[in-house]
């Protein structure tokens, strides 16, 4: 799967002063937020021709992008998002009324001032606990937008409007070579246009499985790891002609939906009254898989 993570020093010893020149230290003046944009609105169609996201959920920004009085600004600039950042969240598509995640183990992020992700409490929250959706890590600056959010192990995607490139935070986050005032540059930048056509790849690939809501206990969400699950929604996805343009959603929909309810059913009754372990329904012809970076939530891209 096709992600970035950190760069890793090859040695803990290696002194962290005077690192090499990296295009994240100064600003780029070709940083277009209308790439960022492009991209984005692409992965959330393709996530809206899959059997997963409602299409009528994504919403566009107007013409001239969206207002103050469309987004949280009060909230926006609270934070200390700059104007340069601000730029770029006026130009995002959103998604509203689902709980989807976005990409593995992260939600969508909505910046806009009727956002379910309480930005009123956004800068009360990173002065008491150093964090809120859109300052993920409080050693990245805010001229590194977020795309996504999530939980303490939840790695978004972050848009570095400094130099014009893209990089995910990493969950376990350690300043290798940069110096803790440039934290950032402990991460692989990445072209915006390779980082999102790497990331629809993914899903073409279904390397990155969009899955929908199961039952009551399943949000919608989009895996990265094998097991019998998820091998048999892969299956359905082929079977119903994804990813070409005969594919036909809504029976892979109705297919999905009528699996994931068995699994369930399936898996409830053999584990009644029964302790199970996380991670323990995996299949063991999987072990190998498991083992296999390319199938972890992150890699080198």
Request: net charge negative; hydrophobic share 35%; with cysteine.
């Amino acid at each position: 799967m096709g992600w970035p993570k950190l760069k890793k020093s090859k040695s803990k010893s290696k002194s962290k002063s005077n690192p090499s020149p990296g295009p994240a230290e100064a600003a780029a003046a070709d940083f277009n937020p209308d790439d960022v944009a492009q991209g984005l609105t692409e992965y959330y169609q393709l996530l809206a021709r899959a059997a997963y996201l409602p299409p009528e959920s994504i919403e566009y920004p107007p013409p001239g992008g969206w207002t103050d009085e469309d987004l949280a600004i009060e909230a926006i600039r609270d934070v200390g998002f700059p104007e340069r950042a601000i730029q770029l969240i006026r130009k995002l598509p959103f998604v509203a009324g689902c709980d989807h995640e976005v990409i593995p183990g992260v939600k969508f992020l909505d910046y806009r001032r009727d956002s379910p992700d309480n930005p009123e409490t956004w800068k009360a929250d990173i002065d008491q606990y150093d964090y809120a959706p859109p300052k993920p890590d409080p050693r990245i600056p805010t001229s590194m937008v977020p795309l996504g959010q999530g939980d303490a192990a939840a790695e978004p995607w972050m848009v570095n409007t400094l130099a014009g490139t893209m990089f995910t935070l990493s969950a376990s986050f350690e300043v290798d070579d940069a110096p803790e005032d440039k934290a950032w540059l402990s991460y692989t930048q990445h072209p915006i246009k390779d980082f999102f056509e790497a990331a629809k790849k993914d899903i073409l690939t279904l390397q990155w499985l969009p899955i929908p809501r199961g039952s009551g206990q399943w949000y919608p969400e989009i895996l990265a790891y094998k097991d019998k699950r998820t091998r048999g929604c892969k299956r359905i996805y082929l079977e119903h002609g994804w990813p070409e343009a005969n594919f036909r959603r809504e029976e892979c929909m109705t297919a999905l939906m009528e699996f994931l309810e068995m699994e369930r059913d399936d898996l409830s009754a053999s584990t009644e009254g029964v302790s199970i372990e996380e991670g323990e329904w995996e299949d063991d012809d999987d072990d190998d898989s498991n083992n296999n970076s390319d199938d972890g939530k992150n890699k080198e891209r």
